[in-house]
């Protein structure tokens, strides 16, 4: 080969086999079945006919097998009706009510839960911080997931059961010198996370599945902060939507052994919202299979989450995925077993 061909060859090789790597991905786990509990398409009827070709595709191409999806609306539709999606997704979607911008007191009046609960909605989710993001203009009183006004409804859910889904209390906070543009500032990310945890004290009984693994998983001690909540709350759950893309940001064995120890709290999710075309299925099933391959295998993932940096894969044990991946939905959430054995699944 001449010195040109060389050449070209160096510099295509790395470009092919990144991006043939995520297409030619199989997992060894065909038999797990897949649940993403952080999802957003709404009732959108188009939107969730794409959610089940990625589902065809991922089961065709790369041995996945998604089950469920829990859809929790989205900030411009945050009541959907659970029949009309339960329909158009043939079964694979769950709805939950949802409140976009919690400040002086949830959207959903507490003597009203029940009756979602009663109507086939798995949990409430809730978005609340940071407040500026949503709150500009009623930044005055107390904008935080404490806020007094918020108590008569965590005292129902709690009394009656309903799991608090994906709830959302702060941005991520980096290390020094690599905060990141989310939520800069730490003593605000702190007064946040604090916020939420006098929430837990009050509510010992609240099941909650936190989304983004409770914005706690982008610093070392952050885990080990972690640790201390699920130790000291244990009704309190973590999901792990949009959180791959700051796995460099910590110690891979650090987060592969929280991992393996927490298994039991941690629930599978991404975040993923609707699409519209067919270019788009593709991405998001590139981003779904880098999620696989983050948590499957030991490869370098380039890519992250969002296309970002590259991540380290943190190949957990079979049982660790297993309950990460619909174990543990099954357990928390009403109804998502009983849609797993309907659906087929044969669970022990
Ligand atoms: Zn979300």
Redesign the pocket.
């Known amino acids: 080969m001449n010195s040109r061909g060389f050449l070209l060859l160096v510099i295509f090789l790395p470009v092919l086999s990144m991006e043939t790597l995520h297409g030619q991905f199989k997992t060894k786990y065909p038999d797990v079945p897949r649940i993403d509990v952080?999802t957003?398409v709404a009732a959108d009827v188009q939107g969730i006919a794409n959610y089940l070709a990625l589902r065809t595709n991922m089961l065709e191409r790369h041995d996945i097998d998604f089950a469920l999806w829990i859809n929790?609306g989205d900030r411009n539709n945050p009541l959907v009706d659970p029949i009309i999606v339960e329909q158009a997704s043939e079964g694979r979607m769950l709805c939950s009510i949802a409140d976009y911008a919690a400040h002086d007191g949830l959207d959903h009046d507490p003597d009203s839960l029940q009756h979602y609960l009663d109507a086939g909605f798995v949990g409430y989710k809730i978005?609340s911080g940071p407040w500026y993001r949503r709150l500009e203009e009623q930044s005055e009183g107390h904008p935080y997931i404490d806020d007094l006004a918020h108590e008569p409804t965590f005292a129902e859910m709690e009394r009656i059961g309903m799991v608090g889904a994906?709830v959302?209390i702060a941005d991520p906070n980096g290390p020094w010198g690599n905060r990141g543009d989310w939520l800069a500032d730490p003593v605000e990310y702190w007064k946040e996370i604090t916020a939420w945890t006098r929430v837990l004290e009050k509510h010992p009984d609240l099941v909650v599945v936190m989304?983004h693994g409770n914005w706690l998983l982008c610093q070392d001690a952050q885990i080990d902060y972690l640790r201390y909540l699920l130790t000291t709350f244990p009704n309190l759950n973590i999901d792990l939507?949009?959180t791959f893309q700051y796995f460099h940001l910590v110690q891979t064995e650090n987060l592969r052994a929280f991992m393996i120890e927490w298994a039991d709290r941690i629930l599978y999710a991404t975040?993923i919202g609707k699409w519209t075309s067919q270019e788009q299925t593709t991405e998001r099933m590139e981003q779904y299979l880098r999620t696989f391959q983050i948590l499957e295998t030991d490869k370098q993932i380039a890519g992250g989450f969002f296309g970002g940096p590259t991540i380290p894969g943190l190949n957990l044990p079979k049982e660790v995925l297993e309950k990460i991946y619909f174990k543990n939905a099954a357990r928390l959430y009403p109804r998502v077993k009983e849609q797993l054995i309907h659906l087929g699944y044969e669970l022990d």
């Open positions: 952080h957003h929790l978005w994906s959302h989304a939507a949009a975040d």
